[in-house]
């Protein structure tokens, strides 16, 4: 059976396109709670588009109502403090934080006070893994430590972020090709019968190449899944492989079939990262498809 007559037995996927869909169009909101300059840097490292609606300063509502509906609606609060700020700022601060559900506090500068160390966490109730130390100027640090525990704040929600932030594609991008990687090696040692893995790490791999158009703002339709087909058939001649493995080492072999399953299962996904990331297509991978007819098929077969 071709890869591209096994796709076509898949009903799943139009489902999954809608879940995919869905996951994309999640409403993402984040207030972000600092000084008025603080509030710029921060929405400048972030590349914020404070039209989008998703991150979105204290100051930028006209009354405290507002402000405080949306700190009670939101996702995560951002709260942003410099040392050296008085007692009564940080007041004010910590009232506003405490209406949020899930909180993120950011501690600025390069010199940290002491007093913050030790009582941040108690202070705006939270543990104290919820409290980093990053210094805005530093861009290295908010790219590596900030963003990722952003997206750690608000894991659900993450493609959609980084579909409407685009510091956070990268990051998405990435954890979407490990998820799925450590998620079919798992199916690769455990499934013991012989091609019985193939319908759940296809519909892995499928998934995970929406969810990457999605972060890169790429088309969502059936119309494109045709154009996924020569991506996806690589998966299936590194199962193949994984399977020719397990016949010569019987008992080493379920490990490498893991392997095999999750190296493949990135290679796939790094090469449809690079393919969105320049705002191409899938045309130029496509060339597992023998004659038009059979692409014209498949368009046609998943056409939403």
């Known amino acids: 059976m071709s890869a591209f007559d096994y796709f076509r037995r898949i009903r799943s996927v139009t489902k999954l396109l809608k879940t995919v869909r869905g996951e994309a169009k999640k409403p993402v909101n984040i207030v972000l709670i600092a000084e008025p300059l603080v509030e710029a840097d921060i929405l400048a490292k972030l590349q914020v588009d404070v039209q989008s609606n998703v991150i979105l300063p204290v100051g930028s ?9 949306r700190l009670k609606d939101a996702d995560l609060a951002l709260v942003v403090i410099s040392p050296g700020k008085s007692n009564k700022d940080l007041e004010q601060i910590v009232k506003q934080a405490a209406l949020a559900r899930k909180k993120l506090v950011v501690v600025t ?8 160390v ?12 919820d409290v980093i130390f990053v210094p805005i100027s530093d861009d290295i640090a908010v790219r590596t430590v900030l963003v990722p525990r952003i997206l750690q704040k608000v894991k659900d929600k993450e493609v959609a972020l980084a579909a409407a932030v685009p510091t956070f594609k990268e990051e998405v991008a990435n954890r979407v090709i490990a998820e799925t990687a450590r998620q079919n090696a798992v199916i690769g040692v455990a499934v013991f019968i ?8 296809t519909i ?18 059936a119309k494109r899944l045709y154009e996924i087909l ?25 490990a490498v079939k893991g392997g095999i399953a999750y190296g493949g299962t ?14 191409e297509v899938f045309g130029p991978l496509a ?18």
């Open 287 to 304: 060339t597992n498809r023998k004659d038009t007819a059979k692409s014209r098929e498949a368009e046609s077969l998943y056409k939403s």
């Open 230 to 254: 020569a991506v996806v058939g690589g998966g299936f001649a590194f199962r193949e492989a994984a399977r020719q493995t397990l016949s010569v080492i019987p008992v080493a072999g379920w």
């Open 109 to 116: 500068g390069h010199k940290i006070n002491d007093w913050l």
């Open 61 to 69: 509502f006209s009354n405290g109502e507002a402000v405080a509906s």
């Open 194 to 201: 012989p091609g019985a893995d193939m319908p759940i790490m």
């Open 204 to 221: 892995n791999q499928i998934r995970m190449i929406l969810r990457l158009s999605a972060v890169y703002n790429q088309e969502l339709s």
């Open 266 to 279: 990135i290679a796939m996904g790094q090469l449809a990262k690079k393919y969105f990331e320049k705002g």
């Open 118 to 129: 030790e009582n941040l966490a108690d202070v705006f109730r939270v543990s104290g893994e």
